[in-house]
């Protein structure tokens, strides 16, 4: 059975870093394209970051370049993003999957 | 960048009546390799997004046939033919043929 589960999300003050996690079952990281797409409070969606199925290939939104990285770790069937420099407009609720699913979220609150 | 563009914003239906919904990219979302990368989603309040239809017309596993989506190049529609009370929620259409994947800015759809 397909699942994915974030984790990592929290309160943190701008500027600072934090790592989500987004472990997955079911599938091989391996055999898909992977993304983290955010939803700040009461708005749609945003894509954040890609990851090709080889791993050779990441692309991020204008908004995180530089500053988020994106990577996985096919021993442990787990996916990641680190995300640096934190601002107040990054707070949103973290989604990863690949596009036939998606998991529950994890939110991170950036704020003094 | 890739920009989608829904219309309408919101949608009160009727139980029993139809429903449409219009998603128009900035530039085609048909591959070389003849697919074209245009999902749609419903994010149910409080839910992940949920896919219905991929590549334009093909309805997802467990998704029921009242759920049709039609279109090519830059012109997609999502429609259901008999809107019941479980269908409400916000629709968004994404394309995934530049990555991040790209979202359009969902249709809110309630209920009479």
């Known amino acids: 059975q397909v699942q994915l589960e974030e984790s990592g999300g929290g309160v943190v003050q701008p500027g600072r870093s934090l790592r989500l996690s987004c472990a997955v079952f079911g599938f091989t990281l391996s055999d898909y394209t992977m993304h983290w797409v955010r939803q700040a409070p009461g708005k749609g969606l945003q894509g954040v970051a890609t990851i090709s199925s080889n791993g050779a290939n990441k692309f991020y939104a204008d908004s995180v370049k530089g500053r988020f990285t994106i990577s996985r770790d096919t021993s442990k069937n787990t996916l990641y993003l680190e995300m640096n420099s934190l601002r107040a407009e990054d707070t949103a609720l973290y989604y990863c999957g690949r596009v036939t699913r998606w998991g529950r979220g994890t939110l991170v609150t950036v704020s003094s | 960048d890739i920009v989608m563009t829904q219309t309408p914003l919101s949608l009160s239906v009727t139980p029993g009546q139809p429903a449409s919904i219009s998603c128009k990219s900035s530039?085609?979302?048909?591959?070389?390799?003849?697919?074209?990368?245009l999902y749609w989603y419903l994010q149910k309040p409080g839910q992940s997004p949920q896919l219905l239809i991929y590549e334009v017309s093909n309805r997802f596993s467990g998704v029921p046939d009242r759920f049709s989506g039609s279109g090519s190049g830059t012109d997609f529609t999502l429609r259901i033919s008999r809107v019941e009370a479980e269908d409400v929620g916000v629709y968004y259409c994404m394309q995934s043929i530049q990555f991040p994947p790209g979202f359009g800015q969902g249709t809110k759809v309630e209920i009479k």
């Open positions: 530039q085609s979302l048909l591959h070389s390799n003849g697919r074209t990368y």
